[in-house]
């Protein structure tokens, strides 16, 4: 059974830091790996979806890898400003099963 | 606007009284799922469906069901609700593309069973 774990937790940062995000999962037989940023009481929105022949995918400030033989993800932040303030959640797709990870809490003081 | 819709997005009910939470999603998406989000579990899928008349279990199944008449619905029934299952819920949809997975979520139901 496909295990996704997150670390931290909890991320405290000041403004302006570089910071990277880690998701590791037990099964590497995948098919694609997707990052969500989800703000308290509110739905998931859709960062980046690594599919799983590509290494990694860049958006803006934000890019993630993708290390497969390792069961490992990074989602790493350029430049943090303080709206980049959310939980940050890695799922892992295999046929139709998505697992997620409890997610990052990520603050961002000014 | 692409968008999933769920409704209602607030709902305190009470032990044993039957509900539905609609789900709706207009980009003609094939797979739809049901999830629960709870603290310390994280998300947990409930049901997914791959199309129409099409329904599987998820991972935490027992005192739920769905159904899937229609392509673009995919309602969350609860028919004897348990204190339990208080919990917020999240419908997503996504194209059914073999490595094309990424999903959209709706912004969440919380469910209050008392």
């Known amino acids: 059974k496909q295990e996704v774990t997150q670390i931290p937790a909890a991320l405290s940062v000041p403004e302006g830091e570089n910071l990277v995000l880690n998701c590791s999962f037990t099964?590497?037989?995948?098919?694609?790996l997707q990052w969500f940023r989800q703000d308290p009481g509110k739905g998931l929105t859709s960062l980046l979806l690594?599919?799983?022949?590509?290494r990694e995918q860049t958006s803006g400030r934000l890019n993630a890898s993708l290390d497969k033989s390792s069961g490992r993800s990074t989602l790493y932040i350029a430049a943090s400003q303080p709206g980049d303030s959310a939980t940050y959640l890695c799922?892992?797709?295999?046929?139709?099963?998505?697992?997620f990870g409890a997610g990052t809490r990520l603050t961002v003081k000014p | 606007e692409a968008q999933v819709t769920q409704n209602p997005r607030y709902l305190i009910t009470v032990t044993g009284k039957k509900l539905t939470v609609t789900c709706s999603q207009n980009?003609?998406?094939?797979?739809m799922s049901w999830y629960r989000q709870d603290p310390g579990l994280g998300l947990r899928q409930i049901y997914y469906?791959?199309?129409?008349?099409?329904?599987d279990k998820g991972d935490v199944p027992e005192g739920y069901k769905v159904s899937r008449k229609e392509k673009r619905n995919f309602p969350l029934i609860l028919e004897s609700p348990s204190p339990n299952q208080t919990s917020l819920y999240f419908c997503?949809?996504?194209?059914?593309?073999?490595?094309?997975?990424?999903?959209?979520f709706g912004p969440g139901t919380r469910l209050t069973v008392t």
């Open positions: 997503a949809s996504s194209h059914r593309g073999l490595y094309s997975y990424e999903q959209y």
């Open positions: 099964d590497s037989a995948i098919y694609n």
């Open positions: 690594i599919q799983s022949s590509q």
């Open positions: 799922a892992v797709c295999k046929n139709n099963d998505m697992r």
């Open positions: 980009m003609n998406h094939e797979y």
């Open positions: 469906s791959m199309n129409v008349e099409v329904t």
